[in-house]
């Protein structure tokens, strides 16, 4: 089956300071990605979607200037938490669609963010 | 929009048997999936149901009444790995290749 990867798996920061999770699609192409946080004992909520080529689209309440989404290519999509705060420690998921079976994604691992 | 329930906790023996309700209001329906999800890791895909009926998959199994926007999650034959929280989730939109809306999961925790 397809594998979607993470980068890194954990992460801890000091608070101002930004950070970069990767999201790879490691054997499919993949022209939009998903963007997930889950807060501890809390169900995954979907930030934003992630489109190769165009702007992301952000999920009301999620601001798009502190969670930056780029798309770069069919296989890597890039979230970055700028001016990290404590709020922001959480677990970040990545998942791409399944396009052989229309409703169904590929997850990956996650990150762990510890924001200090 | 999509609005989904499911209990907070559950807890069973070893070797027992439990049912995981989720209840879902949806604008549209495309599916309904059930997940499960140890603690610190991502979701694992366990069923997928568009039509009525139970559907089977070795231990597991996964009911679904669209007209009643009901769904449940059979564990038979309960283990210890299975203690972990289970995600019923639906597409957000009616397309190929949308998101997933989750329900909020029930931790099942499974004792000897």
């Known amino acids: 089956g397809a594998v979607v990867s993470q980068h890194p798996s954990w992460v801890i920061c000091k608070s101002g300071t930004s950070v970069k999770i990767e999201c790879r699609s490691l054997?499919?192409?993949?022209?939009?990605m998903f963007w997930y946080r889950q807060f501890p004992k809390q169900s995954l909520m979907l930030m934003a979607t992630s489109n190769e080529g165009s702007k992301a689209t952000y999920e009301q309440g999620v601001e798009k200037d502190k969670f930056l989404i780029n798309h770069a290519s069919l296989t890597l999509s890039t979230l970055t938490v700028t001016s990290a705060h404590p709020e922001d420690s959480s677990f970040y998921i990545c998942s791409a669609p399944d396009l052989a079976a229309p409703y169904e994604q590929y997850f990956g691992p996650g990150t762990r963010l510890t924001v200090t | 929009g999509q609005n989904i329930d499911q209990p907070t906790e559950m807890t069973a023996t070893e070797g027992a048997i439990v049912q995981i309700n989720c209840t879902y209001q949806t604008s549209g329906f495309n599916g309904l999936f059930w997940y499960q999800q140890h603690a610190g890791e991502a979701p694992t895909f366990l069923s997928y149901?568009?039509?009525?009926g139970l559907e089977e998959k070795g231990r597991f199994s996964s009911f679904l009444s669209r007209s009643k926007g009901y769904s449940y999650l059979l564990l038979k034959e309960l283990q210890m790995k299975d203690s972990a929280s289970y995600l019923c989730?639906?597409?957000?939109?009616?397309?190929?290749?949308?998101?997933?809306?989750f329900g909020k999961g029930t931790t099942l925790s499974v004792s000897s």
């Open positions: 149901n568009v039509l009525d």
């Open positions: 054997d499919f192409q993949a022209t939009t």
């Open positions: 989730a639906v597409p957000l939109r009616d397309q190929a290749g949308t998101a997933l809306i």
